[in-house]
């Protein structure tokens, strides 16, 4: 087994007040989210046991697939912790599988039923601009690799970005999902709403100066 690996802080960032976020890294993207989380100033760590999840301030579950995700999860012990976890407040992002991982049909944590390969299968994956209210005007680049979009929300779901009318950015409470991998493009915005989540910001602190 791979070891667990820390993406630090960049020079200069306060390590005293970074936030400790864990990473899912069972299968998919997870080094990717690593790196964009340590650009940030975040510690990311690693996670593939239960004992892992112990003074964590946050949690992504990358993307992947979600059936073989759903039983490694199941088979590692990992979910009632990470439902304890978010029910307790910890602010956690899913990305593509990640965010079927979060729904109705599975760990049962967000008011939302997701669709499998909404937008067709590997063959069928393509790039867009999204933009994602919160965010500003400008849009993000949105990769989208077999994913899913939101079929039906629960009434304190905010969806935050539409594509062809479908949701697939959406946040509730502490939860935030987006069907896209934002850790394969270079803008950090996405992964910085997620950390913002955590400080009881609405929005990271650039988008709110931009706006007044």
Same mark, same amino acid.
């Given at each position: 087994?791979?070891?667990?690996?820390?993406?630090?802080?960049?020079?200069?960032?306060?390590?005293?007040?970074?936030?400790?976020?864990?990473?899912?890294?069972?299968?998919?993207?997870?080094?990717?989210?690593?790196?964009?989380?340590?650009?940030?100033?975040?510690?990311?760590?690693?996670?593939?046991t239960p004992?892992?999840?112990?003074?964590?301030?946050?949690?992504? !579950?990358?993307?992947?697939?979600?059936?073989?995700?759903?039983?490694?999860?199941?088979?590692?012990?990992?979910?009632?912790?990470?439902?304890?976890?978010?029910?307790?407040?910890?602010?956690?992002?899913?990305?593509?599988?990640?965010? !079927?991982?979060?729904?109705?049909?599975?760990?049962?944590?967000m008011d939302?039923?997701?669709?499998?390969?909404?937008?067709?299968?590997?063959?069928?994956?393509?790039?867009?601009?999204?933009?994602?209210?919160?965010?500003?005007?400008?849009?993000?680049?949105?990769?989208?690799?077999?994913?899913?979009?939101?079929?039906?929300?629960?009434?304190?779901?905010?969806?935050?970005?539409?594509?062809?009318?479908?949701?697939?950015?959406?946040?509730?409470?502490?939860?935030?999902?987006?069907?896209?991998?934002?850790?394969l493009t270079?803008?950090?915005?996405?992964?910085?709403?997620?950390?913002?989540?955590?400080?009881?910001?609405?929005?990271?602190?650039?988008?709110?100066?931009?706006?007044?």
């Amino acid at each position: 087994m791979v070891g667990s690996v820390e993406a630090t802080p960049p020079a200069g960032s306060d390590e005293r007040l970074a936030s400790r976020i864990g990473v899912l890294a069972l299968q998919g993207g997870f080094e990717a989210h690593c790196a964009a989380l340590g650009r940030l100033g975040a510690h990311a760590v690693e996670v593939r046991t239960p004992d892992e999840l112990e003074g964590l301030d946050g949690i992504v !579950i990358p993307g992947g697939e979600s059936t073989t995700m759903d039983i490694q999860l199941a088979a590692g012990g990992l979910e009632q912790p990470i439902r304890d976890m978010v029910a307790a407040g910890v602010p956690v992002l899913g990305t593509c599988a990640g965010l !079927i991982m979060l729904d109705r049909a599975h760990l049962g944590l967000m008011d939302i039923e997701a669709r499998r390969n909404a937008f067709g299968r590997q063959v069928r994956s393509f790039e867009q601009d999204v933009t994602v209210r919160g965010l500003g005007d400008e849009p993000l680049r949105a990769v989208f690799i077999r994913a899913p979009w939101i079929e039906h929300t629960g009434s304190g779901v905010e969806v935050l970005a539409e594509v062809d009318g479908h949701p697939v950015v959406a946040r509730e409470r502490n939860m935030l999902v987006a069907a896209f991998h934002p850790e394969l493009t270079d803008d950090l915005r996405l992964h910085a709403l997620f950390l913002a989540l955590g400080s009881g910001q609405d929005m990271p602190a650039h988008e709110r100066s931009s706006e007044t």
